[in-house]
């Protein structure tokens, strides 16, 4: 395999693409101490939001805490970048609630990009790759459209929104990333002659608005949260946190929608131009408009993209309507009267790759070290790239040191939710994070994301001493407090009844420990401090998980138990080369299905849509028997079910 000189010294890992995924997965390899190279189309374009300025939300904060407490980056970075933080859902149980913050986006991608550039072992590098290598099976390299090759020991594809991607704005059409970034040409049909299915996906962006051409007179401020919140473990105390900068609320209207209805012989989105399948959860303005007829008005968010910037993103009005219909429907907004826009939303169509020709470490089944994350997986958003990001980069490194792979399971984190769901079930449209893709939302909260993850991070190599040393002083703390809390014990007398009367709780009939109060909905643990005088001095992380983990105690319980349940499922493995067609009276949908998407464990099995429990019993027979050296076949061949 022929190299530059310079570029001799093949690397360990080459990772394609310097956006989310790009960015955590080179990072948590070379951080495994492999050599890695990321070769991205742009340098000035590394960790770039080409959507919303914010990082996190429901579910998507929860994934960058997961992140956080696996030894990634993004949360920090968000951290020290922030324009603002609110913690969203507080009216709700705390498996809903989440972390969101304003990014300033330039800030965000310098830092990262400060941090790629100073992480020993990582090298970047302003390339277009158009084909990946292989020889027997098992990736060797890239080739760049410059004609240089690089040899690695393992490839991770983080392309995102690239891959033959095409703008479409009104009836203008064409070729290009996001921002008038060039598009990645090559690399789609290379993956095709490799035999990797690829599908096209379409996702959109609103216009960006001049801050000068707004009457914010008119418009409902939104703050941030007076608590300093952030999402890395590692950011100890207010960091970043010079004044916050609001959001602010406005309102489309009756003239606005009649405008964009006026319209709809000229959106790409209802003249067909646009093909691929867009994200259900993030409609376009002109589909709002068409799908929900009754409403009279859809919320708007100005929302600042950065603190040296006149740029403000209009959340909400995400469109590929043409310009002057922007224009033109934006202006009838109240405080927009005057707005001047200063980049015009539109739609990007892109090609991905069917996340089902995957394991759950992100690796391709066809191809050996070939890994694949973010949004070129079928995902749509930042953190939900970041996330697979880590898990492959992590595991091409592993995997090169011979050592056990991080695969998270759907109990431990959104980030296993989001992987099984992508590699066992596929997606259709544009996949995005949230709490109800979970079973277990009680247990995934982000406020114990640490407690559920970082002792795999550090077993992993990826949690630094520090984030480490202070997780255990935090795990120690929480216990100590429980434990505290369940052996003081509060004596009935008048102070504490005159205490629960001005709270409308029930009087005490006999001495009772704190925890028996603090687990009443009425009381919470900062109330309770009137008549818990020797309480030590904690952390307000330590003293909120205390208190979820008190009151909602018999709740995370029987999920526990459910996960218990599951977890003989999950651990049953099937052979990779298992033949469906020898395990007696399965339907023909499982058996072609089962064959099709080789699940790695028999739970995985049973979340494959079209096996049904019957089929997934049947499944676990054979295994008994087979396991017993028998065959689970009946005499008279397989047979299905449905006799075909
Ligand atoms: C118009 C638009 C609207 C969006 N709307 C939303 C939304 O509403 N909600 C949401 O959650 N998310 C949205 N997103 C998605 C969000 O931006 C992505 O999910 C996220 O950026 C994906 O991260 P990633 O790392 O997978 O890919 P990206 O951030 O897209 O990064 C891909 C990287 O790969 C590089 N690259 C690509 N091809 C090559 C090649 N051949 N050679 C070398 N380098 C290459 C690029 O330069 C880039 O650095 C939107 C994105 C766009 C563009």
Not at 35 to 57: D, F, K, Q, R, Y
Not at 138 to 167: C, D, P
Not at 363 to 383: F, P, R
Not at 503 to 530: F, H, I, K, N, Q
Request: hydrophobic share 40%; glycine share 10%.
């Amino acid at each position: 395999m022929k190299s530059l000189d310079y570029h001799a010294r093949d690397q360990d890992v080459i990772v394609v693409g310097a956006g989310h995924a790009g960015c955590e997965a080179a990072l948590a390899s070379a951080r495994l101490g492999l050599s890695t190279l990321v070769l991205t189309i742009s340098l000035e374009n590394t960790a770039l939001m080409p959507c919303n300025p914010a990082i996190g939300g429901p579910a998507k904060g929860h994934l960058v805490r997961e992140i956080a407490a696996l030894g990634g980056e993004m949360g920090r970075v968000a951290d020290v970048t922030k324009l603002q933080a609110r913690l969203l859902n507080t009216g709700k149980g705390p498996a809903v609630q989440a972390l969101r913050v304003q990014s300033d986006k330039r800030a965000y991608q310098a830092e990262m990009r400060r941090v790629l550039e100073t992480t020993p072992g990582l090298h970047l590098k302003q390339a277009m790759v158009e084909e990946v290598l292989v020889e027997g099976g098992r990736v060797r390299g890239v080739r760049t459209s410059s004609g240089i090759v690089y040899g690695g020991k393992a490839v991770i594809l983080t392309t995102g929104v690239y891959l033959n991607s095409r703008v479409i704005v009104g009836d203008a059409t064409f070729d290009s990333g996001p921002n008038g970034l060039m598009t990645s040409r090559g690399l789609s049909a290379s993956l095709e002659r490799l035999g990797l299915e690829l599908g096209r996906f379409k996702t959109g962006t609103p216009p960006r608005i001049d801050r000068d051409s707004i009457d914010f007179s008119a418009l409902v401020e939104q703050p941030g949260a007076e608590r300093p919140y952030c999402f890395s473990y590692l950011s100890g105390g207010p960091v970043g946190d010079r004044e916050q900068l609001p959001c602010w609320l406005t309102y489309t209207n009756e003239r606005t929608h009649a405008i964009i209805r006026e319209n709809l012989h000229r959106a790409p989105l209802y003249t067909g131009v646009i093909k691929g399948a867009g994200p259900r959860y993030c409609p376009s303005i002109e589909d709002k408009v068409v799908r929900f007829v009754d409403k009279l008005r859809h919320q708007i968010f100005i929302e600042p993209e950065g603190r040296d910037t006149r740029e403000m993103y209009v959340l909400g009005f995400s469109t590929s309507l043409p310009e002057d219909v922007q224009l033109e429907a934006l202006r009838t907004v109240r405080g927009l009267e005057r707005a001047e826009i200063m980049r015009p939303g539109y739609a990007i169509e892109y090609d991905y790759l069917v996340p089902t020709q995957l394991k759950r470490t992100l690796e391709t089944k066809a191809i050996e070290d070939l890994y694949t994350a973010g949004q070129i997986n079928g995902t749509s958003g930042y953190e939900e790239a970041a996330a697979q990001g880590l898990v492959a980069g992590a595991n091409a490194a592993l995997k090169i040191k011979g050592r056990p792979l991080l695969v998270l399971g759907r109990s431990e984190a959104y980030a296993g939710v989001l992987i099984d769901d992508l590699v066992t079930k596929g997606t259709n449209e544009p996949y995005r994070m949230l709490t109800a893709r979970s079973e277990f939302r009680l247990l995934l909260r982000q406020d114990n994301a640490d407690l559920r993850l970082t002792h795999k991070g550090r077993a992993v190599g990826l949690v630094s001493d520090r984030q480490y040393e202070a997780f255990l002083a935090k795990e120690k703390a929480i216990e100590a407090e429980k434990r505290r809390l369940e052996e003081t014990v509060i004596m009935p007398d008048g102070r504490v009844q005159a205490f629960l009367a001005v709270r409308g709780s029930a009087e005490l009939r006999a001495p009772a420990a704190v925890a028996d109060l603090l687990r009443r909905p009425e009381l919470d643990y900062e109330a309770l401090a009137a008549i818990d005088p020797g309480r030590p001095e904690l952390s307000r992380e330590v003293t909120d998980e205390v208190e979820v983990q008190m009151k909602y105690a018999g709740y995370i319980a029987k999920q526990v138990a459910q996960v218990e349940r599951m977890r003989l499922l999950e651990e049953r493995r099937l052979p990779a080369e298992l033949d469906y067609g020898r395990v007696y009276g399965l339907s023909n949908e499982a058996r072609q299905k089962l064959a099709a998407r080789r699940p790695e464990t028999v739970g995985q099995a049973g979340r494959i849509s079209g096996v049904s429990p019957a089929d997934l019993s049947l499944l676990l027979v054979f295994l008994e028997a087979e396991k017993r050296g028998g065959s689970g076949r009946r005499k008279g061949g397989a047979g299905g079910r449905d006799g075909g």
